[in-house]
């Protein structure tokens, strides 16, 4: 068994430059794996968990879907807005939100207290995110996000 305090797990701030985007996380999976010794062995654990708060008025992410990665949201505490391909749906705490693989998604607090929320993914090996508003692509090994044009199978291969 491995076993790890909430209080032991490190706070962590993360925003975008100008700040429209900004959230605390506790990545409880990462803080577990550096407690047992996975993160050396190489071996990797079948899901991740983290426990994120959004500031009133603040958006987690920009609006993204995953190509591989499901997503199960526990809402714990606050109110807030869901946005999906189906529109907006109001949130609060109690609530339990999947997201499969290819909805895209994105979370604002619109009320006047921290929306605290679970997130539990299923850590697939190879996950592509897709941020719809701007085109662009996450893809794995790449530190940032790119744009992608079509291409024939055949362009400079020949």
Not at 40 to 47: A, I
Request: charged fraction near 20%; charge should be neutral.
């Amino acid at each position: 068994m491995n076993k790890i305090n909430m209080t032991e797990i490190p706070r962590e701030q993360g925003s975008s430059p100008r700040g429209r985007y900004r959230r605390i996380s506790q990545d409880i999976s990462r803080a577990l794996r550096l407690t047992n010794g996975l993160a050396k062995s190489g071996l990797r654990q079948p899901f991740e968990v983290e426990l994120v708060r959004l500031p009133p008025g603040a958006i987690n992410w920009p609006y993204h879907s995953h190509s591989a990665q499901w997503e199960l949201y526990m809402v714990v505490a606050g109110r807030g807005m869901v946005r999906t391909p189906s529109g907006l749906t109001p949130i609060r705490e109690g609530d339990c939100l999947l997201h499969p693989p290819g909805e895209a998604h994105q979370f604002t607090n619109t009320g006047a207290t921290d929306l605290i929320y679970y997130i539990i993914a299923d850590n697939p090996a190879s996950d592509v995110c897709h941020y719809p508003d701007t085109g662009k692509f996450a893809l794995p090994g790449l530190a940032e996000p790119v744009h992608v044009r079509p291409a024939n199978h055949y362009d400079g291969e020949e």
